[in-house]
């Protein structure tokens, strides 16, 4: 059979991972992976058990520390990142703590792009110094000022490209390069491009972590996040930082993004699809002063886009000529599109960032990286795109400066 690497994304999204043997003494394969929603396994010899806990490729001992329906999510984001294997995590959070504190289990310095996700800012700028780690943040689209803020104990290079809300870029290449030169280990949040939109990997970059929240499952039914690397990284992530801090997924959340993931690339182009119309008709309107999305010639870094990513994805950030009272007028009138943060959904989502998603980030730094308090973030979902247009231009309409 052909290798599930060689495979189209679609059939890897399908098929990859999932189990060909009978769970029962029966014949009849059952079709979806079935969920083991179960705590512990039963033994029938108390050497059998021992084995199990001495080589756990043996066995399964308890959901803690690894189970079937976790088992086959992580084999198939294994394949569709292109690495050797993969941790389903409890959250996007839980992936990034665990990922962070695997990395730095000895201590040492992070190196991370300036504009991020709140909560891993917070981690890296707040929970980590607790524990005499600190991270120099840099504007990580200037591959040189990765390389001015390595100290000689620089462990970490942590990067979201696109980044959350601002949708700049980093190149990946060249900053996989620098944090190899250095023996560093070099982490990104793929959560906005998904596997779809680029493979980080295949571009030297050591792990990937994802929030599986949003594009991965999809549909907003759960809260899950995903480590993706070489083996020896997630085995040391799994037997220690995520077993004993215990971020696990639950088998019922791993069986639902494993429905969702099955229709990541069909779902993730029409995103694609829709979010250029939207883009499109958002930078043509007289009340927008400018629209962020890196499918436009106008994004700044649109050439590595195209060098870079497969597709640009549905995420658009965008600010209004009235500023924040005329976005805050946008998001009130808005009559299909849901207010509501997170992404990825099948719904179209907008939100407020300064007041929402980073308003826990200080607003002078929010200033410095350019998140200004009228901007909107639209993840755009899978809704008819005349519809979406429709509901934007009437609550537009009252929007002009
Ligand atoms: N990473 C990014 C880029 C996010 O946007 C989010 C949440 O919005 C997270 C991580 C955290 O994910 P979760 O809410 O699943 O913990």
Known sequence: ????????????????????????????????????????????????????????????????????????????????????????????????????????????HVVAMENLYSATFQILSEELPRFGIETTFVDATDPSQIERAIRPDTK?????????????????????????AHDMISIIDNTFATPCGQQPITLGIDVVVHSMTKYLSGTGAVIAGAIIGQKAFV??????????????????????????????????????????????FLEAHPAVAWVRYPGLPSHPQHELAKHQMDAFGGMITLELKGGRAAGEHLVDRLQRCALAVSLGDVRTLICHPASTTHSHVPAEIRQQIGIADGLVRISVGLEDVEDILADLEQALESCAP
């Not at 969920?35 to 050497?47: C, D, E, K, V």
């Not at 970490?156 to 190899?180: F, G, Q, W």
């Open 235 to 280: 085995t040391r992530a799994k037997e220690g930082a995520l077993r004993n801090f215990g971020a696990v997924i639950s088998p019922f959340n791993a069986w639902l993004t494993l429905q969702g993931i099955t229709t990541l690339p069909l779902r993730f182009a029409r995103h694609c699809e829709n979010a250029v119309r939207v883009a499109a």
């Open 1 to 108: 059979m052909t290798s599930e690497k060689k495979l189209g994304k679609s059939t890897q999204a399908i098929h990859a991972g999932e189990r060909q043997s009978s769970p029962t003494q029966k014949s009849g394969i059952p079709l979806l992976p079935p969920i083991y929603q179960n705590s512990t396994f039963r033994f029938t010899t108390a050497a059998e058990c021992a084995e199990a806990f001495r080589d756990e490729e043996s066995g399964y001992v308890y959901t803690r520390w690894g189970n079937p329906t976790q088992e086959v999510l992580e084999k198939k984001l294994a394949v569709l990142e292109a690495g050797e294997a993969a941790l389903a995590t409890a959250s996007g959070m839980g992936a990034v703590s665990t990922a962070l504190l695997t990395a730095l289990a000895d201590g040492g």
């Open 156 to 180: 970490v290079l942590y990067l979201e490209s696109p980044t959350n809300p601002l949708l700049k870029l980093i190149d990946l290449r060249a900053s996989a390069e620098i944090a190899k």
